[in-house]
């Protein structure tokens, strides 16, 4: 049986599934950054009209998820399987957000690389035939993530100088079998990789070294091949130092950016070194990245969505952070 799988953990897709629709929601903070007009919608209310931010991000996923499928023009029940994570204990901004699309659902966790690890499942069980329309959908909340990570807001606690700001922000895809693109053509599956970083207020440098394993490891393809390599999210710091590790390859990265970085404006707006969560990277890919590639602004994007697998238990007992990242090659052509 001939095989998809190129090198060690590469899935070249035989029937390359195409993006039908996809969807963005932010908050007010996002929405001032320089991507402000491109997301579907922006909220000046943290709550998004409800009680608790638990409930307003669940709320951002449902309001993501519906403008991809509108925009895909199919109803919620056409979805054959959904693929979708946020940042809180069980997932459950996003499994509370399911409930209401009454389809097939597969929680996901992989923290900032949650995106990635979304759309990769949703293309892949299209290719391998098993339906006809898939969605992948993440999350993350400026103040769930705080309560979830760090320190509740109301402790006014301070952030480091190499902290980055979690992102309030949604994103959905609808993937079809068949559609006019743009398309996911690959699928690399991140490894697990850890350089015994133990400080949660430098994420950047946790991931970084998962970002250049599984940059390297791409489709057999130089990084020229790509009009934009994009991580997210690193951060300033993360991302300098996956520029650094290419240099010492002696790869120069010219058509490489963090979604951390893309999504504010680190010299107006008090971010740190940039953007994080889950809603980061989601909301760059379906605010920028995937128009680009439709308007035939960008004709092969590596979306590469990295995350520090930690949590606070772990790290109150002395463990270090371990990173991922998982690759999506994005293609305008089929």
Same mark, same amino acid.
């Given at each position: 049986?001939e095989?998809?799988?190129?090198?060690?953990?590469?899935?070249?897709?035989?029937?390359?599934?195409?993006?039908?629709?996809?969807?963005?929601?932010?908050?007010?903070?996002?929405?001032?950054g320089?991507?402000?007009?491109?997301?579907?919608?922006?909220?000046?209310?943290?709550?998004?009209?409800?009680?608790?931010?638990?409930?307003?991000?669940?709320?951002?996923?449902?309001?993501?998820?519906?403008?991809?499928?509108?925009q895909?023009?199919?109803?919620?029940?056409?979805?054959?399987?959904?693929?979708?994570? /946020?940042?809180? @204990?069980?997932?459950? +901004?996003?499994?509370? &957000? =399911?409930?209401? *699309?009454? %389809?097939?659902?597969? $929680?996901?966790?992989?923290?900032?690389?949650?995106m990635?690890?979304?759309?990769?499942?949703?293309?892949?069980?299209?290719?391998?035939?098993?339906?006809?329309?898939?969605?992948?959908?993440?999350s993350?909340?400026?103040?769930?993530?705080?309560?979830?990570?760090?320190?509740?807001?109301?402790?006014?606690?301070?952030?480091?100088?190499?902290?980055?700001?979690?992102?309030?922000?949604?994103?959905?895809?609808?993937?079809?079998?068949?559609?006019?693109?743009?398309?996911?053509?690959?699928?690399?599956?991140?490894?697990?990789?850890?350089?015994?970083?133990? /400080?949660?207020? @430098?994420?950047?440098? +946790?991931?970084?070294? &998962? =970002?250049?394993? *599984?940059? %390297?490891?791409?489709? $057999?393809?130089?990084?020229?091949?790509?009009?934009?390599?994009?991580?997210?999210?690193?951060?300033?710091?993360?991302?300098?130092?996956?520029?650094k590790?290419?240099?010492?390859?002696?790869?120069?990265?010219?058509?490489?950016?963090?979604?951390?970085?893309?999504?504010?404006?680190?010299?107006?707006?008090?971010?740190?070194?940039?953007?994080?969560?889950?809603?980061?990277?989601?909301?760059?890919?379906?605010?920028?990245?995937?128009?680009?590639?439709r308007?035939?602004?960008?004709?092969?994007?590596?979306?590469?969505?990295?995350?520090?697998?930690?949590?606070?238990?772990?790290?109150?007992?002395?463990?270090?952070?371990?990173?991922?990242?998982?690759?999506?090659?994005?293609?305008?052509?089929?």
């Amino acid at each position: 049986m001939e095989t998809k799988k190129q090198g060690s953990r590469t899935f070249a897709l035989t029937c390359p599934p195409s993006v039908a629709g996809w969807g963005s929601v932010v908050g007010k903070k996002e929405g001032q950054g320089p991507l402000g007009r491109c997301f579907g919608s922006v909220s000046q209310d943290s709550y998004f009209g409800e009680k608790t931010w638990e409930r307003a991000e669940s709320v951002m996923q449902e309001q993501a998820l519906a403008q991809a499928l509108e925009q895909a023009g199919q109803p919620a029940g056409a979805l054959d399987a959904l693929f979708g994570g /946020d940042l809180m @204990n069980q997932c459950i +901004a996003t499994s509370y &957000a =399911a409930r209401s *699309t009454g %389809v097939p659902f597969f $929680g996901l966790y992989g923290a900032c690389s949650t995106m990635a690890e979304s759309l990769a499942l949703a293309a892949l069980l299209l290719d391998g035939g098993f339906g006809e329309w898939t969605g992948a959908v993440a999350s993350s909340h400026f103040c769930t993530a705080e309560r979830q990570y760090r320190t509740p807001l109301e402790y006014g606690g301070q952030r480091t100088p190499t902290a980055q700001w979690t992102a309030t922000a949604a994103g959905a895809v609808v993937l079809a079998k068949n559609g006019p693109g743009p398309y996911v053509t690959h699928v690399t599956v991140g490894r697990v990789r850890d350089r015994g970083i133990k /400080d949660a207020n @430098n994420m950047g440098a +946790a991931m970084a070294p &998962a =970002a250049y394993d *599984t940059i %390297v490891k791409d489709t $057999g393809r130089s990084s020229g091949f790509y009009d934009l390599i994009v991580t997210g999210d690193l951060g300033k710091l993360g991302q300098a130092l996956v520029v650094k590790l290419f240099d010492q390859d002696g790869v120069e990265l010219s058509n490489y950016n963090d979604c951390g970085l893309m999504l504010y404006d680190l010299e107006d707006q008090d971010v740190h070194c940039g953007g994080s969560g889950c809603g980061c990277s989601a909301a760059v890919l379906t605010g920028l990245l995937l128009e680009g590639l439709r308007s035939g602004q960008w004709q092969n994007i590596l979306f590469c969505g990295t995350g520090a697998l930690h949590s606070p238990t772990a790290l109150g007992q002395g463990e270090s952070i371990p990173g991922i990242c998982h690759a999506v090659a994005l293609s305008a052509r089929r």
